[in-house]
């Protein structure tokens, strides 16, 4: 959008925003996350006029604004507070995407409101059948990120997964197994599911969804050999691209599984002593580690 135009939007949002309803301050809310909009004037106003009118806000109201104000990591506590409590009031009347966006909205803004996520487990329970791919993804992580334990909505989410898996994307695949070794839920045809897409699907995955599907396996320890294998024949290929990060991941993760793939720890020696400087602490620390439980005594490294 053109700036000068966006400008003039804004102004003459900010000019009538006392007029506006529910579904006119999600709106711009929505278009302002999509513009990136920075215009800090106009969403203190519209927090202000949605503060006045949340008993107001529909479903999708207040999921839209849940989302924007997350997306723009426009923190207003009085909102989020408004918005919280009218969420839980109208939490039977949302639909899976009013679900998911809420969910991953609370996640992204740290909001650890017991009640309203209990809520939202629930709901979501109920209306699994209906989530798409990305909602059970967006669900999934933001329970987990948010250190929120529900093995029934994480049973729930796996038997919706397990059907659908084949739509997920790369990224979708890599997130909601995440989310599971992170939540520490280990549902064994969930994972197996996983690696069965993903070693069809391996050439699509980018560094990230290869390091978090590998660290994700160790986690809840399941060894499914031909994907670790896969994995490592990825990283092989494209070991000067990956970030120090991602190395030491794929290091940790193979240690932790006690696969001793010698060949890819040899590559990782060598790429982390031609740039040993892009090592922190934490990634120094889990490739050594790494090497220590597989026994591979690499002098240049320790030296590096």
């Not at 009085?78 to 639909?95: E, T």
């Not at 010698?262 to 050594?288: K, V």
């Amino acid at each position: 959008m053109d700036e000068q135009f966006r400008d003039v939007v804004a102004q003459e949002s900010q000019a009538r925003v006392k007029n506006f309803g529910g579904r006119d301050i999600a709106s711009i809310f929505w278009a302002m996350a999509k513009l990136e909009g920075t215009d800090r004037p106009l969403l203190d106003s519209l927090a202000a006029s949605a503060i006045a009118i949340a008993s107001e806000f529909k479903p999708q109201d207040c999921s839209l604004t849940m989302w924007a104000v997350a997306r723009l990591q426009f923190v207003n506590s009085p909102l989020l507070a408004a918005l919280a409590a009218q969420s839980l009031a109208l939490i039977h009347q949302f639909g899976s995407q009013d679900l998911a966006n809420t969910a991953w909205a609370s996640a992204r803004l740290s909001i650890r409101d017991q009640q309203l996520w209990t809520a939202i487990s629930a709901a979501a329970v109920a209306a699994m059948d209906n989530f798409a791919p990305q909602k059970i993804s967006n669900t999934a992580w933001a329970f987990a990120t948010i250190e929120f334990i529900d093995h029934t909505l994480f049973n729930a989410l796996a038997r919706a997964a397990l059907a659908k898996l084949p739509n997920f994307s790369s990224q979708d695949k890599a997130n909601t197994a995440w989310a599971f070794a992170k939540q520490e839920f280990l549902h064994l045809q969930f994972m197996n599911a996983v690696a069965e897409e993903s070693l069809r699907h391996m050439s699509e995955y980018s560094q990230q969804h290869i390091s978090n599907i590998a660290w994700s396996f160790a986690k809840l320890a399941v060894q499914n050999l031909p994907l670790q294998a896969a994995l490592s024949a990825q990283v092989l290929a494209n070991i000067h691209t990956f970030q120090a990060q991602t190395l030491s991941s794929m290091a940790w993760s193979f240690a932790k599984l006690a696969i001793r793939d010698l060949t890819l720890l040899q590559a990782i020696s060598s790429e982390a002593q031609t740039r040993i400087e892009d090592f922190g602490a934490q990634e120094i620390a889990n490739t050594s580690w790494a090497f220590a439980m597989m026994l591979v005594h690499d002098v240049p490294l320790s030296n590096a």
